[in-house]
């Protein structure tokens, strides 16, 4: 069971925080499903490993994954980016493994909730991670092109062609009977059109 701790520490986030290592689960409360929970987790492996997709029990088809994981990026959209799953708060957890089993039933099977919480601990690893790399590389000054790739290319040069070569004779471009070079300015070949 999660040990329920003050405030998170974080500027402009406070609460109760639920820490959790993952291996354990997190208890809904309230838990609807607690009649259907009879799948214990999986033994010695930690929650990003937890093989919810391949477990027996739970039995979400490889057409279904990709719906699952979509479902679990929303359910993560209560969290706080900045931080990892186990530093969530805890009505951030519960509220999130609450949607993530009322729109994915096969999961409420799971004792603890430890299949949702290892689809949602990716998730939520996976943005503090990117998060932690984006700040580092504002701070080091790294947005800028890195050195291994060469500079652009410059613009080729672009030059006008001149007026009494752009059109042949009997073409659209020039009048029918006159040579493109018996004009001399713009003014006199749009007034021969």
């Given amino acids: 069971m999660p040990a329920v701790g003050g405030s998170s520490g ?5 609460g109760p ?7 354990l689960g997190f208890d809904v409360d309230p838990d609807a ?13 930690s929650i990003n490993r937890m093989p919810v997709f391949a477990h027996p029990a739970i039995n979400i088809p490889e057409h279904d994954q990709t719906h699952v994981h979509a479902l679990a990026k929303q359910a993560a959209g209560l969290f706080n980016k900045e931080v990892s799953f186990c530093r969530q708060t805890k009505e951030a957890l519960n509220g999130a493994i609450i949607y993530l089993e009322l729109w ?37 000054g790294t947005n800028a092109m890195p050195s291994t790739l060469p500079p ?13 070569e752009a059109a042949a004779s009997g073409s659209a471009a020039a009048p029918a ?3 493109a070079s018996d004009f001399e300015t713009a003014d006199d070949f749009f007034a021969a059109t």
């Fill in 10 to 14: 974080l500027p402009g986030f406070s």
């Fill in 17 to 23: 925080v639920g820490r959790t290592n993952g291996r």
């Fill in 33 to 45: 499903n607690a009649a259907r929970r009879t799948v214990p987790s999986p033994e010695g492996v």
């Fill in 104 to 140: 994915e039933p096969r999961l409420t099977v799971c004792i603890r909730s430890w299949g949702a919480c290892s689809l949602l601990s990716s998730v939520a690893n996976d943005a503090a991670e990117y998060r932690a790399r984006a700040r580092k590389r504002a701070a080091a």
């Fill in 152 to 164: 652009p290319l410059p613009a080729p040069p672009v030059a006008a062609p001149r007026l009494h």
């Fill in 177 to 179: 009977g006159a040579a």
